[in-house]
T-cell receptor, first 112, second 118 residues
Framework: KAGVTQTPRYLIKTRGQQVTLSCSPI?????VSWYQQTPGQGLQFLFE???????NKGNFPGRFSGRQFSNSRSEMNVSTLELGDSALYLC???????????FGPGTRLTVL | AQTVTQSQPEMSVQEAETVTLSCTYD???????LFWYKQPPSRQMILVIR??????QNATENRFSVNFQKAAKSFSLKISDSQLGDAAMYFC???????????????FGQGTILTVHP
């Protein structure tokens, strides 16, 4: 069974631009969670989607948004990029919300 | 809000020896899950072991075992017969079973860097 995939793996953007990251969960998994990882703040929860509905959201500004499609694939979007958005963005999927999550390899975003 | 604390920023161990990584957490809930994840230099987060709070028996996965002390809110990871491939950042994580604002959310500790010396 294929693992969680994320595209692209690396991104370089400039301040003010927007970016879309994609995540394909493990087949059969309907819950997708997103995390931001930085050296200073560690791993922080962004949001979780289940059956195309956002069920939970972390403490991030409205510039961070996401969605989930009927095939459970998820995207997250960051608008008006700031230097502080430079981070590793991880997505994780689980069969049901509450069980263990399996992570993708991450997307490394650099904002210049 | 739940918090997870890993008080050891770095640990080191000799190959074939045993090492224990510490984790404490704070919660008022009774139903939850605890996890240890490993993040090697490749940055891929790998699930090492899971513990359900309602289970008194400590979880084990091959060379990895936990010491779960619910009353003390402690969840340490023991790695036996350490191997060079165990070198990584280790994260302790908490997940509530309460639903609502806990859906899909893992709360992580700050991590412990484990170095394995040959």
């Amino acid at each position: 069974k294929a693992g969680v995939t994320q595209t692209p793996r690396y991104l370089i953007k400039t301040r003010g631009q927007q970016v879309t990251l994609s995540c394909s969960p493990i087949s059969g998994h309907r819950s997708v969670s997103w995390y931001q990882q930085t050296p200073g703040q560690g791993l922080q929860f962004l949001f979780e989607y289940f059956s195309e509905t956002q069920r939970n959201k972390g403490n991030f500004p409205g510039r961070f948004s996401g969605r989930q499609f009927s095939n459970s694939r998820s995207e997250m979007n960051v608008s008006t990029l700031e230097l502080g958005d430079s981070a590793l963005y991880l997505c994780a999927s689980s069969r049901t919300s509450g069980r263990e999550q399996f992570f993708g390899p991450g997307t490394r975003l650099t904002v210049l | 809000a739940q918090t997870v604390t890993q008080s050891q920023p770095e640990m080191s161990v000799q190959e074939a020896e045993t090492v224990t990584l510490s984790c404490t957490y704070d919660t008022s809930e009774s139903d939850y899950y605890l996890f240890w994840y490993k993040q090697p230099p490749s940055r891929q987060m790998i699930l090492v072991i899971r513990q359900e709070a309602y289970k008194q028996q400590n979880a084990t996965e091959n060379r990895f075992s936990v010491n779960f002390q619910k009353a003390a809110k402690s969840f340490s990871l023991k790695i036996s017969d350490s191997q060079l491939g165990d070198a990584a950042m280790y994260f302790c994580a908490y997940r509530s079973d309460a639903g609502g604002t806990s859906y899909g959310k893992l709360t992580f500790g700050q991590g412990t860097i484990l170095t394995v010396h040959p």
